[in-house]
């Protein structure tokens, strides 16, 4: 079985970030697999942003993670939002799409790690949640 590419949410990033979540462990799990070289996790800076209003040092601490490489917020990142933003997903959730939708890197995507799948349902991603 080849590397498995992994985004997480502002959903799951908070389930990592807090040990007593009820599904801190499941997400601890994709965690323990990256560190491992099985296969590697992503966070988008906007929704780790977004998260950290609700759940403050949220973001400085998955920014900390060694095996969790955070997704800059970038031009083309900012398009894919406005189009997103105006079709009334959240700003939470419009830089995991981006990053989890096909991509030169990812010519098949990546995986969209989540607690909350259906924020994503018609967006073209494969939005899992960690029990699943």
């Known amino acids: 079985m080849g ?3 992994v985004v997480v949410d502002h959903t799951t990033a908070t389930a990592l970030h807090d040990p007593k979540d009820p599904y801190n462990e499941a997400v601890a799990a994709f965690y323990v697999q990256a560190s491992g070289g099985l296969g590697s996790l992503y966070a988008p800076v906007l929704s780790l942003t977004v998260g950290d209003t609700e759940r403050p040092g949220l973001l400085a601490y998955i920014d900390g993670l060694r095996f969790v490489t955070v997704e800059p917020f970038d031009t083309e990142a900012a398009v894919t939002a406005t189009g997103l933003l ?5 700003w939470a959730a419009v830089h995991a799409i981006h990053a989890a939708r096909p991509s030169a890197n990812f010519p098949t995507g ?3 790690l989540t607690l909350t799948p259906e924020l994503y349902e018609g967006t073209g991603v494969q939005a899992v949640h960690p029990d699943e």
Do not use: D, E, K, P
Not at 86 to 90: E, L, N, T
């Open 3 to 5: 590397q498995i590419a």
């Open 86 to 90: 105006r079709a009334g997903h959240s």
């Open 110 to 112: 990546r995986f969209l």
